[in-house]
Each structure stands twice: as C-alpha cells, then as structure tokens.
C-alpha cells in the first residue's frame, strides 16, 4: 500500500501515541475520529490527521453499506489500515485519500 507521496515502506515520523491514535481511529470509526477532532492536543498532529478524515470517511462508508456484505468486508479494510497506521505508515485509500490530500 503506498503512502501519501512516499514509496510503500516509508514512514512519516510519529510518536507510538500518534500510531496508536492513528490506529484506533481506523478500528472505531467514525466514533474515534469524531473524538479526536475535538481533542486539542491530538487534531493538529501532522500523522493522525493523516489518517484521522479517511477513518471518518471509511467508518461512514462502512456504516451505509452494513447492510450488505461489503460493510463487513469494509469493516476488515479499516482493520488492516489501522494495523498499518500502527506500523506508522501512512495509508492511501483509493477513492477517499485523494479527496483529503493537501
């Protein structure tokens, strides 16, 4: 999976508390990514708002289309971002990251 302007095993640098935010957002969107915009500390770190809109984005996508089998697959996609988020790579969603470059 490629990152944002990177190759594929580049890393953004990120605190293990960014990693984990940044995971955490992909793993219980859109409720996570909703609390970190409200955080202060959190909603202006370079690499969770990296990854913050897309798990917003993603989590809605997969709430709409829960009604059908792709939710669920949706639902295991965010799972393997948020791994990758952990990792500290940032993820290119197709469709959804293109949106939100900038």
């Not at 953004?12 to 995971?23: F, G, N, Q, T, V």
């Not at 990296?50 to 984005?57: D, M, P, S, W």
């Not at 990792?87 to 900038?102: A, C, R």
Request: net charge neutral.
């Amino acid at each position: 999976m490629e990152s944002f302007g990177q190759g594929p095993s580049q890393s953004m640098d990120a605190s293990s508390d960014d990693k984990l935010w940044a995971a955490l957002a992909y793993v219980f969107s859109p409720l996570v990514p909703i609390i970190i915009m409200l955080m202060a500390d959190k909603k202006d770190r370079p690499f969770i708002k990296a990854h913050n809109t897309q798990a917003l984005v993603l989590g809605i996508v997969t709430i709409v289309t829960s009604t059908f089998c792709v939710g669920i697959l949706i639902w295991f996609y965010q799972l393997y971002c948020g791994y990758q988020a952990y990792q500290g790579k940032l993820v290119e969603i197709p469709l959804i990251s293109g949106m939100f470059k900038g």
